[in-house]
């Protein structure tokens, strides 16, 4: 039975248009076989692959950043279909990318170092997304379950919950950490493409195309020898690869390593193992950031000097010794992902204890104080929102955290009292708190401080929300792992509301910028029509009546709808039409809605044969 398209997300709805998830899904299904794919190219130099590529970038922020060449993604968009899928065609033949764009952006360790980041032009991005495309479906079915960043749905929350799971349910209490020194500078570009061989990409068109695009000019740097660009679409895929073998090393040291112990469902393989002379030792990653747990200091000592070994001798990386540790976490905190982590005793049994690290703490108090001081420069609702969108995105980041609200209390001690004596001057006595507020913090009683109209969140309103597990079937190239991804869409309203919040005008009025963040709470996230959940990048603020007909900005005028719906409301032209309903697939509620929203605008019904 064919799925709901109501519930898709914006990524594989694009797959399935353009008629690639079959495809997706087969070699995803091959690679799992172990596969040999020697001839990827002709699916990576397909037209709806192009178009697909073209589509998913054209939804990204950075698709406006230009490369060294001046061009963006506008650069395409008046472009004949036909020309632009064959102009990447032939570039794809004899391949030859340009020079990148090298940027310096600060570092998020709030230190004010900055970190290199390279910038393809347009048309090798494109290339860069066809090429990841493809591949990745290959890759998921090869990457180890315990690695969860740069890939499809994991995220820092299940790096985080499985550490938790480690040191609480599994009572592992000394962990290694290893700081590789800086990988993405450092990354051996024979050794990278012997591994993507290895994992059966045995296409020598594309490793060749790959190999170009790893010595792109860097501009004012001339041609890298080793290393992966950061910000270049296919590095994280490519990273990934690199220490997929680190992953599966580690992994085999105890969780894949084969038994000749038998063992039935009374007795799980893990309770086997340990009849061996084998060592409990377990990885968690995250890009480059990963963390081994182990039972005792003796064990930890030697996968330390194990690890720093292996990695010089198969990866020719080395490490930072200052930054790498062994750490008994009944002792000491350790840090990952902006979050620290030891386990105490409670009730005679230990439990994890995680706070903000200090660092994450120290950024998040600059930056609030930050903007304050730029809402004293310029008193705008707008400046006031994105203070409430950095205080959003802390509290939906951090919340992780078991200690939390302790944390923030003391954020909140700091940051308030500099609030106050900068701004006591432009707040207003009276509060007038918006839908978004009373959605998100209306269960709080605290003092508030309202600028320009707009009510500023409670810094201390944060709560703890445990992390939860990955759950390894969630995948998006099976049918039973999409299945999944769709049913868990939803969490998202706080992110959307962060987004909204950070994107409004001054070009419209304080009315409408209230209003259209308000909204988002009032309508759960969803779309208006469809039903499903909005996306950013795949979002619109519609209002009912036009303005020029009269309309205004009044929260009853305004819907929010998935972009293509928006176009489907204004479309006239037959064909436009024709394509918007075959992508939508509207149901007969959703079509009435939508003719609903068309007569208010003045188009006419469309009408559908049964």
């Known amino acids: 039975m064919k799925e709901s398209l109501l519930k898709k997300k914006q990524k594989l709805r694009n797959n399935e248009y353009y008629n690639m998830q079959d495809l997706f899904d087969n070699l995803h299904s091959k690679a799992r076989r172990n596969y040999k794919f020697t001839d990827l190219m002709k699916y990576i130099a397909s037209e709806n692959n192009i178009l697909l590529a073209y589509r998913n970038i054209k939804r990204n922020d950075g698709s406006v950043t230009v490369g060294t060449d001046g061009l963006n993604v506008n650069y395409f968009e008046k472009m004949d279909s036909d020309y632009f899928v064959k102009l990447i065609q032939r570039k794809l033949q004899n391949y030859h990318p340009k020079s990148v764009r090298r940027v310096e952006i600060p570092k998020n360790d709030g230190t004010g170092r900055t970190r290199p980041l390279g ?117 994280p895929l490519l990273s990934n690869i690199v220490l997929n073998e680190l992953d599966w090393w580690i992994s085999s040291q105890w969780e894949t390593y084969k038994t000749k112990y038998k063992f039935n469902k009374d007795c799980n393989r893990y309770t086997s193992i340990k009849k061996s002379n084998l060592k409990e030792i377990w990885i968690v990653r995250y890009a480059d950031d990963f963390k081994i747990f182990c039972r005792n200091y003796g064990v930890a000592q030697k996968i330390y000097n194990a690890t720093r070994l292996w990695l010089k001798e198969r990866l020719d990386l080395d490490i930072s010794t200052e930054k790498s540790r062994i750490t008994n976490l009944r002792k000491n905190y350790t840090e990952f992902l902006g979050i620290k982590l030891k386990v105490v005793t409670k009730n005679n049994r230990y439990i994890c204890n995680s706070r903000m690290s200090d660092k994450s703490k120290k950024r998040t108090i600059k930056k609030l104080k930050e903007q304050t001081k730029k809402i004293k420069n310029k008193t705008t609702p707008q400046e006031v929102n994105k203070l409430n969108a950095i205080i959003l995105g802390s509290h ?120 259209r963040v308000s909204l988002i709470a009032g309508q759960k996230g969803k779309c208006g029509i469809t039903g499903e959940c909005l996306k950013i990048g795949n979002m619109e603020c519609h209002h009912k009546i036009p303005k020029h007909l009269g309309g205004t900005d009044e929260y009853k005028n305004l819907i929010w709808v998935c972009t293509d719906v928006h176009k489907l409301i204004h479309a006239t032209v037959e064909d436009t039409v024709n394509k918007y309903l075959d992508k939508l697939e509207l149901d007969d509620k959703g079509l009435k809605r939508l003719n609903s929203l068309r007569k208010l605008v003045g188009n006419s019904y469309i009408q559908i044969a049964s």
Request: net charge positive; with cysteine.
């Open 119 to 235: 910038i393809p032009c347009i048309e090798d991005r494109i290339i860069q997304q066809c090429i990841k495309q493809v591949l990745e479906p290959i890759c998921e079915a090869k990457f180890h379950k315990h690695s969860y960043g740069f890939r499809p749905n994991r995220s820092t929350n299940h790096a985080i919950a499985r550490c938790n799971y480690l040191m609480w349910k599994s009572n592992l209490h000394y962990v290694v950490d290893i700081d590789i020194k800086s990988f993405f500078d450092n990354v051996n570009h024979a050794k990278l493409k012997k591994q993507i061989w290895n994992m059966g990409i045995q296409d020598k068109n594309l490793i060749s195309i790959i190999g170009k695009t790893l010595k792109s000019e860097i501009e004012g740097e001339g041609i890298p020898t080793k290393g992966t660009p950061q910000g270049g679409i296919i590095s």
């Open 396 to 515: 939906n980041y951090y919340k992780m955290a078991t200690q939390v609200n302790l944390d923030f209390s003391e954020i909140n001690f700091l940051v308030t009292r500099t609030l106050y004596n900068r701004l006591k001057n432009v707040m207003k006595k009276e509060h007038k708190t918006s839908k978004a507020y009373q959605k998100l913090y209306g269960e709080y009683n605290g003092k508030k401080y309202t600028i320009s109209e707009t009510t500023i969140f409670p810094i201390y309103g944060v709560k703890t929300k445990s992390p939860m597990n990955f759950t390894q079937v969630i995948n998006n190239y099976t049918i039973e792992g999409r299945k999944l991804i769709h049913e868990k869409l939803g969490g998202n309203l706080n992110k959307l509301i962060e987004y909204a919040l950070t994107n409004t005008s001054e070009y419209n009025s304080t009315e409408y910028n209230d209003n």
